[in-house]
């Protein structure tokens, strides 16, 4: 077992490897920018329109099971750094086959995220300029982080670094803006009190499952960090820091969002669903051209999810290539960077796109229901890896544990047993149902090639 300064340098299958252009300051960011996306700005409303003020509670509950997946996962990472993040440790901890499982379906997840976020984010601008083609926009947006990714890695790190700054410093000035009119100090308006928080449970139980259920996807992304930790300058010391000071950080923001929407805005405004729970909120608060501002901020989140999914698909393809659990081609390294493995992944983001205006009804929404329930696949895998890892550092190399589980391994188990409960919620829900049983068709699929696979290679 090597040192805890053995920096785990990936070669391409040429024999080049990837380079170590990411600082500290760009980890920290992608650690709190990975999470904030769209689906907290805009998805968020759906959650709220069905769980009323109790989303709070919702966001709670997702947020803590969460932060005990992105420990496990940091304990793992800052141990053995590596471009493949939850793969490579399942690979470790499992065996081959759950490392093919966990990191060819993250790869289509984060795939098809890329055409999503594309789409989104044309609809924005082609709202600004009308008359113009939304899949042109997706083009232009798709080459512009196409060409960021092929350049050196830091140039991906300098974008994800100011797109999460942004992201961060709107949350920031929105939570601000939004106690100062809680408590009645904001020039303009007056304190709405307690009055919309009296309809606690407006759908009963049924509705907070809604909202959890919700609020559970609306926190992906998590992942990304570990990912690049394995192209820092110090991986394990830069994975460390990043996981122990998002955490908490990203609860902020969440949880104290939802906390302040649901106290400025009646539950079942319109707006709410219509326009985004932050738009509902500013304009709550009379503040001019709120709706703009927001679309602005929208547009910097998706732009920010697609370049930071375009990364981290090209990065999984790549360490699976190193691995022997894909083709040889998307290994091949350039300047430090998986050139053939960032240009497959981009293409595939766009054909989820020409999908989407060619087969809207059948092959996309089949696509859609495919990665409903992929990342709650993989929060299973990092919780399996980590019981079965940790043992194993403890025994052979103790000083590797730069961080470490709280609580091992009853926390661990809560958190499995909270994913557990996700699932049989999603199993009770038509609409979440058709999600997890097509997810878990693709599972199994995979997990039977990579299953066969690995017998193969065993017989070589």
């Not at 929407?261 to 932050?278: H, M, N, Q, R």
């Not at 981009?346 to 020409?354: A, D, K, M």
Request: some cysteine.
């Amino acid at each position: 077992m090597p040192s805890s300064t053995t920096q785990e340098t990936p070669t391409g299958t040429d024999g080049v490897s990837l380079s170590h252009g990411l600082k500290q300051r760009h980890l920290s960011m992608i650690a709190l920018g990975g999470v904030i996306g769209a689906g907290l700005f805009v998805g968020s409303g759906a959650g709220i329109a069905a769980a009323g003020p109790s989303i709070v509670v919702a966001y709670t509950l997702s947020g803590l099971l969460v932060m005990l997946v992105m420990r496990m996962l940091g304990e793992m990472s800052a141990a053995h750094p590596s471009s493949g993040s939850f793969s490579a440790h399942a690979e470790r901890a499992i065996g081959p086959w759950a490392g093919f499982t966990a990191g060819w379906s993250f790869w289509v997840l984060l795939c098809t995220a890329v055409g999503l976020e594309g789409i989104g984010a044309a609809k924005i601008v082609s709202g600004w300029l009308p008359g113009t083609p939304e899949w042109l926009w997706v083009a232009l947006f798709m080459v512009v982080f196409c060409g960021t990714n092929l350049a050196a890695v830091k140039n991906f790190g300098e974008f994800e670094f100011w797109f999460a700054a942004l992201k961060v410093a709107a949350i920031s000035l929105f939570l601000v803006l939004g106690v100062l009119a809680i408590l009645g100090v904001l020039p303009g308006t007056d304190s709405p009190g307690a009055g919309n928080l009296t309809d606690f449970l407006p759908n009963g139980g049924e509705g907070l499952v809604i909202g959890l259920l919700a609020s559970v996807f609306a926190y992906g992304g998590l992942e990304t960090v570990t990912i690049a930790a394995a192209e820092s300058e110090n991986p394990v010391q830069g994975v460390a820091r990043a996981v122990r000071t998002a955490m908490w950080r990203i609860a902020l923001f969440y949880i104290g969002s939802m906390a302040v929407i649901v106290t400025l805005v009646p539950w079942d405004s319109k707006e709410v669903v219509e326009k985004g729970p932050y738009v509902a909120a500013l304009d709550e608060l009379g503040i001019p051209g709120a709706g703009q501002l927001m679309n602005v901020v929208v547009l910097v989140a998706l732009l920010s999810a697609m370049n930071a999914n375009v990364y981290g698909a090209s990065r999984i393809a790549y360490s699976l290539v190193e691995r022997g659990q894909g083709p040889r081609g998307l290994g091949r390294v350039s300047g430090g960077v998986p050139r053939v493995a960032v240009l497959a992944s981009s293409v595939f983001g766009f054909l989820c796109v020409l999908l989407s205006y060619w087969r809207p009804d059948d092959v996309f929404a089949w696509l859609l229901n495919m990665i409903g329930a992929v990342i709650l696949a993989v929060w299973i895998f990092i919780a399996v890896s980590q019981l079965r890892l940790r043992r194993r550092l403890e025994r052979e190399a103790p000083e590797r544990l730069a961080v470490r589980m709280w609580a091992f391994p009853w926390l661990t188990w809560v958190a499995l047993a909270g994913m557990a409960a996700v699932f049989v919620l999603m199993a009770r829900e038509p609409d979440t149902r058709v999600q997890l049983y097509s997810t878990g068709g693709m599972i199994l699929v995979l997990a039977a090639v990579g299953y066969a696979w690995q017998r193969a290679r065993a017989r070589r």
